[in-house]
């Protein structure tokens, strides 16, 4: 795997993590959203919406009406979103839930709900698109992974393929070293050249002027 595919897998996952954590902050609870997989609350919340919960409402300010999420007291195996249907005791507080779609309370399920229990108030509802979360569900979560990395693949060699081309099309993309040298070395070659050619213009001019000094030694 090339360092561009990991560079960018790398800044996808911390983009997740920066996003994810800023969202906890912001709504004071480890997980913002939680998925209605019950028609316990129908018809004020439908299968398959999405809540948005804000941890930060206290405990104590909860009243008689809120919708809450909530750890079930028995055995905190599973996750509840009830309305508060009443208030059971005020040291230490303690309420009592029920589902308006239910016929009364679920003793272990909808009482005791302490501060213990108590995840965060219902803020927001996002109707039906908690199906997107069936897709995170394996195998469709591994499969969407394989398909991301797949497509970070084909991007990083397509984009080196274009460079590999535009390279080949460039003609100013040549090495300069290269340019140079073919260049600079006739060049050199011509100066050689023209070196050789004066000593052997100046020993022809020695040679003609010696006969000609002879010459004249002999009149």
């Given at each position: 795997?090339?360092?561009?595919?990991?560079?960018?897998?790398?800044i996808v996952a911390i983009g997740v993590v920066v996003i994810w954590v800023g969202l906890q902050v912001a709504f004071g609870t480890q997980n913002p959203f939680y998925v209605v997989a019950?028609?316990?609350?129908?018809?004020?919340?439908?299968?398959?919406?999405?809540?948005?919960v804000q941890g930060h409402e206290p405990?104590?300010?909860?009243?008689?009406?809120?919708?809450?999420?909530?750890?079930?007291?028995?055995?905190?195996?599973?996750?509840?979103?009830?309305r508060v249907a009443a208030i059971i005791d005020d040291?230490?507080?303690?309420?009592?839930?029920?589902?308006?779609?239910?016929?009364?309370?679920?003793?272990?399920?909808?009482?005791?709900?302490?501060?213990e229990e108590y995840i965060g108030k219902v803020a927001y509802t996002i109707p039906q698109i908690g199906y997107v979360t069936q897709l995170l569900k394996?195998?469709?979560?591994?499969?969407?992974?394989?398909?991301?990395?797949?497509?970070?693949?084909?991007?990083?060699m397509s984009k080196k393929k274009n460079e590999k081309e535009l390279s080949l099309q460039d003609p100013f993309n040549q090495n300069d070293s290269q340019i140079e040298s073919s260049v600079n070395i006739p060049e050199l070659d011509k100066l050689e050249k023209d070196n050789v050619y004066s000593k052997h213009e100046e020993s022809k001019l020695s040679e003609a002027e010696e006969p000609k000094k002879d010459s004249e030694d002999q009149k």
């Open positions: 795997m090339s360092k561009g595919i990991l560079k960018d897998i790398m019950s028609g316990s609350m129908i018809p004020v919340l439908q299968v398959y919406d999405v809540l948005i405990f104590e300010d909860i009243q008689v009406g809120d919708i809450i999420v909530f750890n079930r007291p028995s055995g905190h195996d599973r996750v509840i979103v009830h040291e230490p507080k303690t309420i009592r839930t029920k589902g308006d779609a239910n016929p009364a309370s679920i003793p272990g399920t909808d009482f005791p709900i302490t501060k394996p195998p469709m979560n591994y499969i969407i992974i394989v398909i991301v990395i797949g497509i970070m693949i084909v991007k990083q």
